[in-house]
């Protein structure tokens, strides 16, 4: 029996072998023997949607009456069982067979077409996003790994899951006390192994700004959604700096800001609602008070709902922090990750905060 790390509490990422190279048999082969790893084995079936998906006039039966998998399988020199790879999640204790990095993506991104186009899904394969806060990030994050519209996702959270987290966050009771961000990982390389994601458990920090903005490449979108307003102003100063776009959602009443740094560099941070001077007293001076008048002064009061206002009365005294629900939440990560993704295409140029969503792309 192989040793696995018993301790995958921060293990994110899965690991891949390719059993046509024989230097990854040995390994495999324990593991494959090991009878606490679960085996799941579809790979005919993924072979069959993508000859489906590539000969769309022809049904699956046709397909198999045709023994179009068993050409297939010739034509690469390759046995069913040998074809693709197989990902072993070591903080599931699974091997899963799939489709090897170009034909997983051409079924997976399958549905997209049209709405994305194939030029389009080329691009959005090569851009890295960045996520502050994975609490609302979470459900952002698993949303462009599900759309596909970033080879990269950078997640940064020092936050663990608690029990009041799981009224918004999609993750199961076994996994309060894991750290949000490893949680997320985990969650994207079980839907979609080939997308890199990197974890910063200490959150988005002055000592990690760089290499979380610029490590392998710079990012090409910041998506920030922390509650700690201090890094809500770090961040956006470095995204400035960096000519890196944000997009921020607040989920009541799901208003969005769009601030593009990319293409206006001098651009003031906030649309301009914090003057130079109110930045530099709000960090020496993070007492709670100050906390509240510079929230007061970001966020339009007469657009939040009137529940929402009115639990800033009772923020720290009966209440831990801000409310928020699920269904706002979800809500919020679908209109982002559009935004995302057309800011990213280029079809979004402005910065703006938008209220009316129905109609943000007037």
């Not at 959270?157 to 029990?163: A, H, P, Q, S, T």
């Not at 949000?180 to 997308?195: L, M, T």
């Amino acid at each position: 029996m192989t040793t696995i790390n018993k301790n995958a509490n921060n293990v994110y990422k899965p690991t891949f072998f390719r059993l046509k190279y024989d230097t990854e048999h040995t390994t495999f082969s324990a593991l494959r023997n090991d009878f606490t790893i679960e085996l799941h084995d579809s790979i005919e079936t993924q072979l069959l949607e993508l000859l489906a998906c590539r000969n769309a006039s022809l049904s699956k039966d046709e397909i198999l009456s045709l023994n179009m998998i068993q050409e297939h399988l010739k034509l690469h020199g390759e046995s069913l069982y040998t074809y693709g790879v197989w990902v072993h999640y070591p903080w599931k204790r699974q091997l899963v067979h799939i489709l090897d990095e170009e034909e997983f993506i051409e079924v997976r991104t399958n549905r997209n077409k049209y709405k994305i186009t194939q030029e389009e899904q080329d691009t959005l394969r090569t851009k890295k996003i960045g996520i502050i806060g994975l609490s609302v990030g979470r459900a952002v994050a698993t949303t462009i790994a599900l759309e596909r519209i970033a080879g990269e996702i950078r997640l940064a959270d020092f936050d663990d899951i608690e029990l009041s987290n799981l009224n918004r966050i999609n993750a199961p009771l076994a996994e309060m006390g894991k750290n949000k961000s490893v949680s997320a990982a985990q969650e994207i390389a079980e839907i979609d192994p080939y997308i890199k994601v990197e974890c910063y458990v200490e959150g988005y920090t002055e000592d990690n700004s760089d290499d979380f903005f610029c490590k392998d490449g710079k990012i090409d979108l910041l998506v920030e959604e922390c509650d700690d307003i201090k890094v809500k102003i770090e961040a956006r100063l470095k995204a400035r700096k960096k000519r890196v776009p944000v997009i921020m959602e607040t989920n009541d009443n799901c208003i969005i800001d769009i601030e593009r740094y990319d293409l206006e560099p001098e651009r003031e941070i906030f649309h301009g609602k914090l003057s130079s001077d109110k930045i530099k007293a709000f960090m020496l001076d993070l007492s709670e008070i100050n906390r509240v008048s510079i929230v007061s002064e970001i966020f339009d009061m007469s657009v939040v709902s009137e529940r929402m206002a009115g639990s800033m009365l009772d923020l720290n005294t009966k209440l831990r922090s801000w409310p928020q629900l699920s269904s706002e939440v979800n809500y919020g990560a679908g209109i982002v990750s559009e935004i995302a993704r057309r800011v990213l295409l280029n079809e979004i140029i402005y910065s703006k905060q938008i209220r009316d969503i129905v109609n943000y792309g007037e």
